[in-house]
Antibody, heavy 120, light 110 residues
Framework: QLQLQESGPGLVKPSETLSLTCTVS??????????WGWIRQPPGKGLEWIGN???????YYNPSLKSRVTISIDTSKNQFSLKVRSVTAPDTAVYYC????????????WGQGTLVTVSS | QTVVTQEPSISVSPGGTVTLTCGLS?????????PSWYQQTPGQAPRTLIY???TRSSGVPDRFSGSILGNKAALTITGAQGDDESDYYC??????????FGGGTKLTVL
């Protein structure tokens, strides 16, 4: 059974960079059938798509975050990563990594999520 | 900026039928938007109910169904049960590799 696990600091200071990694187990991140994505959810609010990456390194970003976000992939480690620069309090959220099927557009596997708080 | 709209909250009686909708600020939703629906309970990651408009995810009861109704995507729950009380999110493909989630619908079963 495929598993995704987010890791990274739970507390980031304002104006600094939020960095998270998603480790994929029991499945290959190099599959041509899937994208790998990041989604976040501020406390008590809805889901927001941040962006996706393909095994080839092609990336797609939410236009509202594009200027501050970078998603990268390391196929040798079966991991992909998220960086959000110049964070402020509204970036406080549970961050999820997920797999997106190319065919049909199903975010079919999710990590458990990790809470990142932006505070000094 | 494309906005995906959902009812903020809906109530249904146990055993009743309810339809949640998912609209697009820029126009009509079609199968080309690959609408999918997710159920989320507090403290948990979302889980897929429906993808590609009307394909039920593995293990999802057949009381959940997806469709296009008019100019919106729709999730219908037939014979609602108490444990269907959750938050429901739709997500749409809006082109150029971009996806947009709706604001979510809080479903109450009472």
């Amino acid at each position: 059974q495929l598993q995704l696990q987010e890791s990274g600091p739970g507390l980031v200071k304002p104006s600094e960079t939020l960095s998270l990694t998603c480790t994929v187990s029991d499945g290959s991140i190099s599959s041509t059938s899937y994208y790998w994505g990041w989604i976040r959810q501020p406390p008590g609010k809805g889901l927001e798509w941040i962006g996706n990456i393909y095994y080839s390194g092609s990336t797609y970003y939410n236009p509202s975050l594009k200027s501050r976000v970078t998603i990268s992939i390391d196929t040798s480690k079966n991991q992909f990563s998220l960086k959000v620069r110049s964070v402020t309090a509204p970036d406080t959220a549970v961050y999820y990594c997920a797999r997106l099927a190319v065919a049909g557009g199903d975010f079919d596997y999710w990590g458990q999520g990790t809470l990142v708080t932006v505070s000094s | 900026q494309t906005v995906v709209t959902q009812e903020p909250s809906i109530s249904v009686s146990p055993g009743g039928t309810v339809t949640l909708t998912c609209g697009l600020s820029s126009g009509s939703v079609s199968t080309s938007n690959y609408p999918s629906w997710y159920q989320q309970t507090p403290g948990q990651a979302p889980r897929t109910l429906i993808y590609n408009t009307n394909t039920r995810s593995s293990g999802v009861p057949d009381r959940f169904s997806g469709s296009i109704l008019g100019n919106k995507a729709a999730l219908t729950i037939t014979g609602a049960q108490g444990d269907d009380e959750s938050d429901y999110y739709c997500v749409l493909y809006v082109g150029s590799g971009l996806w947009v989630f709706g604001g979510g619908t809080k479903l109450t079963v009472l």
